[in-house]
């Protein structure tokens, strides 16, 4: 079974100060890892993915994530906020078998001027 | 953007009455997927495709039926929609494969109320 926490359901910054946001995941085979971003009306927009290999992903806009195996998180940063990032962000995992990610509750990011 | 669009977008409709949404892809990915987003639950699965004609259920299929006569068209039937089936739903499609590794790729919604 697989299953994603994420920290915060609001998480609040000042634009260009440091984003973080957290995702911790249970997964009981080698997890498959992704974030995913959502503006208002519109449907999900994969950020980055940790499959195998290099364990600090970049994606797009400037986030990166770092997979941390010890700690079971997958958490999501980015050096300087920008306005532009406002949005709802969503972590999931996948593994084996052909269903689907299993998806965090979500964490709503504001970006104060 | 991959090629994915629901219809309708909007839709307000009254307890008790079916209801289908449609989901169409230009991908040609064989995996297909139905999703309901609520406040506060993030993004639950109702029911998903590997292929034409298979179909399996989700966390939260009771109340929903799909089918998928076609590898392009996946449709979600509210038999009898009531109004705990108000929600925005949204389907995804992937390569998908036997790992869960692929990611998916999202419509942009359907807005459904039920009065």
């Known amino acids: 079974a697989q299953s994603v926490t994420q920290l915060g359901s609001h998480v609040s910054v000042s634009e260009g100060a440091l984003v973080l946001l957290r995702c911790n995941y249970s997964s009981s085979v080698p997890p498959y890892l992704f974030w995913y971003v959502q503006y208002p009306n519109q449907g999900l927009q994969l950020l980055l993915k940790?499959?195998?290999?290099?364990?600090l992903v970049k994606g797009i806009n400037g986030f990166e994530a770092e997979f941390k195996k010890s700690e079971t998180s997958f958490h999501l940063t980015k050096p300087s906020a920008h306005m532009s990032d406002a949005a709802e962000y969503f972590c999931?995992?996948?593994?084996?078998?052909?269903?689907?990610?299993?998806f965090g509750s979500g964490t709503r990011l504001q970006v104060q001027p | 953007d991959a090629g994915i669009t629901q219809s309708p977008r909007h839709k307000v409709t009254e307890t008790g009455t079916p209801v289908t949404l449609r989901c169409h892809q230009t991908?040609?990915?064989?995996?297909m997927y139905w999703y309901r987003q609520d406040p506060g639950h993030g993004l639950r699965l109702i029911h998903y495709?590997?292929?034409?004609?298979?179909?399996d259920k989700g966390e939260v299929s009771d109340g929903y039926s799909v089918s998928r006569s076609k590898t392009e068209d996946f449709l979600l039937t509210l038999e009898s929609a009531t109004s705990s089936q108000t929600s925005v739903y949204f389907c995804?499609?992937?390569?998908?494969?036997?790992?869960?590794?692929?990611?998916?790729?999202f419509g942009d919604g359907t807005r459904l109320s039920i009065l």
């Open positions: 999931a995992v996948g593994g084996t078998g052909r269903r689907a990610l299993t």
């Open positions: 995804a499609i992937s390569e998908g494969g036997r790992y869960s590794n692929q990611p998916q790729h």
């Open positions: 991908e040609n990915h064989r995996y």
């Open positions: 940790y499959t195998t290999g290099a364990t």
């Open positions: 495709s590997y292929g034409v004609k298979d179909t």
